[in-house]
């Protein structure tokens, strides 16, 4: 019955084994660092110095009203 319940208590999360617990300390990297935890960055650009360029130029170019001024500017040049 002991064992039971200790199963059911950890399933539920009442209780929890020593080697699970986490220890973090506020202000000490290194000791953080042995930790691997995910890394929680956001990249939210989707343009880079290379590839600025070409990206914008083929997304304006698929909107079809700005391919027709394109086309009107060639012929008029």
């Given at each position: 019955?002991?064992l039971?319940?200790?199963?059911?208590?950890?399933?539920?999360g009442?209780?929890?084994?020593?080697?699970?617990?986490?220890?973090?300390?506020?202000?000490?990297?290194?000791?953080?660092?042995?930790?691997?935890?995910?890394?929680?960055?956001?990249k939210?650009?989707?343009?880079?110095?290379?590839?600025?360029?070409?990206?914008?130029?083929?997304?304006?170019?698929?909107?079809?009203?700005?391919?027709?001024?394109?086309?009107?500017?060639?012929?008029?040049?």
């Amino acid at each position: 019955m002991g064992l039971v319940a200790s199963f059911f208590g950890q399933l539920c999360g009442k209780e929890k084994k020593p080697e699970e617990e986490r220890h973090l300390r506020a202000n000490d990297r290194s000791f953080n660092l042995t930790y691997q935890y995910a890394n929680n960055a956001i990249k939210t650009s989707k343009y880079n110095i290379l590839t600025f360029l070409p990206r914008n130029l083929f997304e304006q170019f698929q909107r079809l009203a700005n391919a027709y001024f394109l086309f009107l500017m060639i012929l008029q040049q």
